[in-house]
Nanobody
Framework: HVQLVESGGGSVQAGGSLNLSCAVV??????????MAWFRQAPGKGREGVAA???????LLADSVKGRFTISKDNAKNTLYLQMNRLKPEDTARYYC????????????????WGQGTQVTVS
């Protein structure tokens, strides 16, 4: 059973930076394909995909964060990161880490494993 634990959220002024982490506490087999992503949800709004990464290293970023956010994964530490620079008030949301090992669900961006989230507030 995969377990994801996010950290690194906080309050920051506009223009500042934060680096979110998602530790994969109980992981999948080292040789398994996987996909991981960061989502966010602001109060009163729907969940929004922010960034994704596949086991082949390919990444995808939402247009709203391109040029400001970077997604990466340290396989040795089994940790996913989201480096967020030049933060804006509209980036305020709870950020969630998600993962999936089923190839079909990865293609559909249908993630089966989720963390509890970490709050990011930009003022």
């Amino acid at each position: 059973h995969v377990q994801l634990v996010e950290s690194g959220g906080g309050s920051v002024q506009a223009g500042g930076s934060l680096n979110l982490s998602c530790a994969v506490v109980r992981s999948w087999s080292t040789n398994s394909k996987y996909c991981m992503a960061w989502f966010r949800q602001a109060p009163g709004k729907g969940r929004e995909g922010v960034a994704a990464i596949d086991s082949d290293g390919s990444t995808l970023l939402a247009d709203s964060v391109k040029g400001r956010f970077t997604i990466s994964k340290d396989n040795a530490k089994n940790t996913l990161y989201l480096q967020m620079n030049r933060l804006k008030p509209e980036d305020t949301a709870r950020y969630y880490c998600a993962a999936e090992t089923n190839p079909t669900r990865c293609r559909l961006r249908d993630f089966g494993y989720w963390g509890q989230g970490t709050q990011v507030t930009v003022s």
